[in-house]
């Protein structure tokens, strides 16, 4: 095994085993690191990385998609995250250390695979980040139209997007803690909104006929419920499933705290989703189905398009609310993963050392 490290780590004597060689870097690279983080923290934060604005369409695409049959969609999708999460898990467990994502495949591969994988993430953190901030002014320009202009961030957009961006970063200057303890306070709001929706759908609109109205269990057969597992995005909903092993660095006890805050987290959000879908499938009103079909649904927003045509006008601006925070919280969890991984980058010597200080 070859690994690179931004300071040179002498092998502990009397031994050149991987695993010592593995903890000497760990020791040496990583020790500004607090090892601070349990197993409830990383499950909130698992949790927040899958549930962005995001939720508030995927049971929509699942459902028009593959109907009912949605409900297997998410299943399948599960269950490949699961493989996936099992793999981040095993390397944050035997290799805690920050900024893993571009600093394991140094170690297993040789450098030019880092070099490869480390650019690849830098590219898709310098344009998702931003993208996430203009979601978010996209969804805040209901109560404040001046920020966007012919359909895109107006000039005032584009500074308050900047700002945000500034602010975001400066909270993560103070620490994984202050990071985890905005994320979870961000999070509980996350949570309760999609629980209050889905109570509220069913309770004021759940019709039983849906089924026999778009034309049975899966009006698009199976190839309906594959094609929605990627085309509706749900295997890209759990893309949070790394975020504890990313963080592993700041971890207590991971062989304990990585597995459950992981899959607490993981299990959380998938009860959520297909909660959210089962709210969907039978709240539609039925005679959008009788006139459409599943594929014929065309909503902007749904659950908020849902609500007002159930006359729940409350919660269609507190789900617009929502619409701002989950991105929000999502863009400070990025941001916070994206710091560590190009300090990652820096021990790799992908980036000069002056990205690994900490």
Do not use: C
Not at 89 to 100: D, F, H, K, N, Y
Not at 186 to 203: C, R
Not at 225 to 251: C, R
Not at 348 to 355: A, E, I, M, T
């Amino acid at each position: 095994m070859e690994v690179t490290s931004a300071q040179p780590v002498e092998p502990v004597a009397g031994t050149t085993s991987p695993a010592t060689l593995t903890a000497a870097i760990i020791d040496d690279a990583d020790k500004n690191f607090k090892r601070r983080l349990g197993w409830l923290s990383l499950a909130f934060l698992t949790f927040t990385g899958m549930m962005g604005s995001g939720w508030l369409f995927a049971a929509y695409y699942a459902g028009s998609m593959a109907g009912p049959a949605a409900l297997g969609s998410w299943i399948i999708a599960a269950v490949a995250t699961t493989l996936v999460g099992l793999t981040f898990i095993e390397l944050g467990v035997t290799r805690p250390i920050a900024g893993g994502n571009t600093r394991w495949p140094s170690m297993m591969s040789g450098p030019f695979m880092g070099i490869m994988i480390g650019w690849v993430l830098l590219l898709s953190t310098a344009f998702g980040l931003p993208s996430e901030a203009s979601g978010l002014l996209q969804y805040a320009s209901n109560w404040w139209p001046a920020l966007i202009a012919d359909g895109k961030l107006s000039g005032l957009g584009l500074a308050v997007a900047t700002l945000v961006l500034v602010v975001v970063t400066a909270l993560n200057w103070f620490g994984v803690m202050v990071m985890t303890r905005i994320t979870i306070a961000l999070t509980i709001f996350k949570i309760i909104v999609p629980l209050l929706t889905i109570a509220l759908l069913l309770a004021s609109g759940f019709d039983a006929s849906n089924i026999a109205t778009g034309g049975g269990f899966a009006p698009s057969g199976g190839g309906g419920m594959l094609t929605a597992v990627i085309a509706a995005g749900l295997i890209y909903s759990f893309g949070g499933i790394q975020t504890p092993a990313l963080l592993a660095g700041e971890t207590k006890n991971p062989r304990r705290n990585l597995p459950l805050g992981t899959f607490v987290g993981f299990g959380a959000a998938f009860v959520v989703y297909m909660l959210l879908q089962v709210s969907f499938i039978w709240t539609v009103p039925n005679e959008m189905l009788a006139s459409s079909g599943w594929h014929g649904l065309n909503f902007d927003s749904p659950f908020a398009q849902l609500a007002g045509l159930l006359g729940l006008g409350w919660l269609t601006q507190l789900l617009l609310i929502d619409a701002v925070v989950s991105p929000g919280g999502s863009l400070l969890l990025g941001l916070g993963t994206a710091a560590r991984g190009t300090y990652g980058m820096a021990q790799s010597r992908v980036l000069p050392k002056f990205f690994a200080k900490v």
